[in-house]
Structures are given as structure tokens and as C-alpha cells.
């Protein structure tokens, strides 16, 4: 015993933290407090530490996130990037829809920008379409307009696709009208109005001989449907622009698919 205790003290001694100077450093601080559940984990009977299974189960599992969690914790720039685009889109959209109601800053004008959009409506076209089909007598002018027919009804059942595939509400709850629904033109995106104005305006400028001022009238038009459109709160800006797009693509397969004369006759004896 003796020759322990010797030892402890040279111990202490030898040890630099038990110098004066360094005494501050052994003990706490004043004023800290004492952890609340020390003494009742000390004195309680039953406390017991966790199982060591536990714990690593449980670091397991806050390890191993759902994917969609660790989308959302870490986002992509294109993620974000598409984010910022859409909410742009929709800004916009609201600033541009100044007829989407009567209570709206150009409300009075509603009933003309509609009138407007109705030019580009697809019943009208088909309808004229056919009429002038029916009153034609040379074969050039029936040969372009079943080639007009055909393209009309492609841009109807494109658009009334791609819509119920993506289901996009516009931004404003305006319902559509009885026409909408005659050709399935129910939902946003992409916009009927502008592709068939953007097909159209494209298919005549190709097809038709027409002056310098008709031309610009004719793409001044196609413009005016799509901002229309906007402007009642039907569609967002990327729903027309997608429109626009939609519309040209569609002129490009009717000019590889497009219909000789005599198949054009055939049709029409059929018809």
C-alpha cells in the first residue's frame, strides 16, 4: 500500500494539468448546469443503456433515404432550372391575362380578343374548308384544299392527345366553351388556337400566291390568335409558344404526306 500510494503522488505530481496554472482548466465552468436525467440515470434501478442492435439499426435506416427524399434535400439544376422557368411562365401569364374576367383591367375588351380567338378555332376552318370544297371546280384548288381538310383534322386530334396525355390547367378557372368542347380542345397545353393559326398561315403562304401586305397580315394574325388566347386567360405563354411549334411540325408532315391530284379525286368520288 505504501508503495501505491507513493507512486499516485509522484504521478500527480509529474502531471502538468495539477499545476496551479492549470487548475481552472480541470473544472467546470461556473454556471453550467447540471444535465437534467444524470442523477435519475444514476440512481434509477432500471436504466439500463440501449441495445447496440438498436442503434445501428436505426443508423441504418436514417442512411438509406427514399430517392424521392434525396431529390428533394439535393435538387438538380435541371430541376431547379424548370422550376424557375414554369414560375416564370406562370408570372407572366397572370400579368398578360388582363381579359380573364369582367372584373379585370381590360374586362370590356373580353368579348373582341375572343372574336379574335375564334378566328382560329378549328369548327370554322373545317366548316369553310369544306364549303369551298364543295363550290371548287378545278382540280389544283380541290387538290389544296383536301390537303387543308387533312391537316385541320391532324391538328385536331394532335392537340386533343397531347392535352389529355398531359392534363395542364390554365392560369386563370375559366371553362371552356361549347366549340372547346366539340373539338376536344378542354385542357391548356399546347394551345389549339395557336397551332391551327401557326398551320394555317404557314400552309397558305406556301400554297397561295399572295401579296407582301397579305403575308404580314397573315403572320400578324397567327400572333394575335396566340396572344389572345393568353390574354382571356385560356392559356399560359408556353402553351402558345408550344402551339406555334406543334403547328409548323404539323405543316412539315402534311407537305411529306401530301395527297396527289388523283388521289384527291378518288377521295372526293368516294365522298
Not at 441495445?51 to 424521392?68: C, H, I, N, T, Y
Not at 378555332?121 to 366548316?127: E, F, L, N, S, V
Not at 386530334?157 to 366549340?179: C, D, H, N, Y
Request: charged share 15%; aromatic share 8%; hydrophobic share 45%.
Amino acid at each position: 500500500m505504501p508503495a501505491s500510494q507513493s507512486r499516485a503522488r509522484a504521478r500527480d505530481r509529474s502531471n502538468v494539468l495539477n499545476r496551479a496554472e492549470f487548475l481552472s482548466l480541470n473544472q467546470p465552468p461556473k454556471g453550467t448546469p447540471e444535465p437534467r436525467g444524470s442523477g435519475r440515470k444514476a440512481s434509477g434501478p432500471s436504466a439500463q443503456p440501449p441495445p447496440a442492435g438498436d442503434g445501428a439499426r436505426e443508423r441504418r435506416q436514417s442512411q438509406q433515404l427514399p430517392e424521392e427524399d434525396c431529390m428533394q434535400l439535393n435538387p438538380s439544376f435541371k430541376g431547379i432550372a424548370f422550376n424557375s422557368l414554369l414560375a416564370i411562365d406562370i408570372c407572366m401569364s397572370k400579368r398578360l391575362g388582363v381579359c380573364a374576367g369582367r372584373a379585370a383591367s381590360w374586362g370590356s375588351a373580353r368579348s373582341m380578343v375572343k372574336l379574335i380567338g375564334i378566328t382560329g378555332h378549328g369548327i370554322p376552318w373545317i366548316g369553310g374548308t369544306i364549303l369551298c370544297l364543295v363550290k371548287s371546280s378545278t382540280l389544283a384548288g380541290q387538290e389544296v384544299l383536301m390537303n387543308l381538310l387533312l391537316a385541320l383534322l391532324l391538328d385536331i386530334m394532335t392537340v386533343a392527345g397531347v392535352q389529355k396525355l398531359i392534363k395542364r390547367r390554365g392560369p386563370f378557372e375559366t371553362s371552356p366553351s361549347l366549340l372547346d368542347y366539340l373539338t376536344m380542345d378542354i385542357y391548356a397545353f399546347p394551345a389549339g388556337h395557336a397551332s391551327r393559326a401557326a398551320m394555317v398561315s404557314k400552309f397558305f403562304l406556301s400554297h397561295l400566291v399572295l401579296a407582301v401586305p397579305l403575308r404580314i397580315l397573315l403572320v400578324l394574325w397567327a400572333f394575335c390568335v396566340g396572344l389572345s388566347r393568353v390574354m382571356i386567360g385560356r392559356h399560359h405563354i408556353t402553351d402558345v409558344l408550344s402551339g406555334f411549334v406543334i403547328g409548323y411540325f404539323q405543316f412539315r408532315l402534311v407537305e411529306l404526306v401530301w395527297m396527289s391530284s388523283n388521289t384527291c379525286q378518288m377521295l372526293i368520288s368516294v365522298w
